[in-house]
C-alpha cells in the first residue's frame, strides 16, 4: 500500500466528507459494515409500579399483650354460650325437660363461664355444662337463676 499523505486545506477536491454514506449493495458486499436492521424493544413492564397506585398502609392490629386484656375484668363470672360467645337471650330455652315429669332436663347449649384465677385473677374459661348434658332440677334451676341475674345487670 501507498503511503497516505495529507492534502491541503485549501484544496476543495481534499476536503472529507463527515459522514460516509453506503447503499445497501455496498453494505452486502462489504462484511464490515452490517447491514441496516431494525431493533425491536421487547413490550415488558415497568420494573417499579406507578407511584400513584400504591395501596394505602394497612393499619397495625392492636396487639394484646396481658391477659386482662384478652378478657376483661367486667367479663368475669358471665356465663356464655360457647358457640356465639354472648348470653343465652332466653335463659327458659337453654334447657328442656327430658321426661314428662320435669325431673331431668337437657342442655341445648354449651355453656362456659369466663372466671379469674389465682392471685391475679388470671382470665381463664371453663366449661359449666356441655351441649345434651342431663341435669336434674335443682342444678338447672341454679344455672337458669345465674342467666337470669346476669341479663338483669345487663339490661341495667
Same mark, same amino acid.
Do not use: W
Given at each position: 500500500?501507498?503511503?497516505?499523505?495529507?492534502?491541503?486545506?485549501?484544496?476543495?477536491?481534499?476536503?472529507?466528507?463527515?459522514?460516509?454514506?453506503?447503499?445497501?449493495?455496498?453494505?452486502?458486499?462489504?462484511?464490515?459494515?452490517?447491514?441496516?436492521?431494525?431493533?425491536?424493544?421487547?413490550?415488558?413492564?415497568?420494573?417499579?409500579?406507578?407511584?400513584?397506585?400504591?395501596?394505602?398502609?394497612?393499619?397495625?392490629?392492636?396487639?394484646?399483650?396481658?391477659?386482662?386484656?384478652?378478657? !376483661? /375484668? %367486667?367479663? @368475669?363470672?358471665?356465663? &356464655? *354460650?360457647?358457640?356465639?360467645?354472648? =348470653?343465652?337471650?332466653?335463659?327458659?330455652?337453654?334447657?328442656?325437660?327430658?321426661?314428662?315429669?320435669?325431673?331431668?332436663?337437657?342442655?341445648?347449649?354449651?355453656?362456659?363461664?369466663?372466671?379469674?384465677?389465682?392471685?391475679?385473677?388470671? !382470665? /381463664? %374459661?371453663? @366449661?359449666?355444662?356441655? &351441649? *345434651?348434658?342431663?341435669?336434674?332440677? =335443682?342444678?338447672?334451676?341454679?344455672?337458669?337463676?345465674?342467666?337470669?341475674?346476669?341479663?338483669?345487670?345487663?339490661?341495667?
Amino acid at each position: 500500500m501507498p503511503p497516505r499523505t495529507r492534502k491541503n486545506e485549501a484544496d476543495p477536491e481534499g476536503q472529507i466528507p463527515d459522514t460516509v454514506e453506503t447503499t445497501a449493495a455496498e453494505a452486502a458486499e462489504d462484511k464490515a459494515v452490517p447491514a441496516h436492521t431494525e431493533t425491536k424493544t421487547p413490550i415488558v413492564a415497568p420494573l417499579e409500579p406507578p407511584a400513584e397506585s400504591l395501596p394505602d398502609p394497612v393499619p397495625e392490629p392492636v396487639l394484646l399483650t396481658t391477659a386482662q386484656q384478652l378478657l !376483661p /375484668a %367486667t367479663a @368475669l363470672g358471665d356465663i &356464655v *354460650d360457647e358457640a356465639t360467645g354472648e =348470653h343465652p337471650a332466653d335463659p327458659n330455652t337453654v334447657f328442656v325437660p327430658v321426661d314428662q315429669y320435669g325431673n331431668v332436663h337437657r342442655c341445648t347449649a354449651r355453656l362456659v363461664e369466663h372466671v379469674g384465677m389465682g392471685a391475679y385473677n388470671t !382470665p /381463664a %374459661t371453663r @366449661l359449666l355444662v356441655p &351441649v *345434651d348434658a342431663q341435669l336434674k332440677r =335443682h342444678q338447672m334451676e341454679r344455672v337458669v337463676n345465674r342467666l337470669r341475674a346476669q341479663l338483669d345487670a345487663a339490661a341495667e
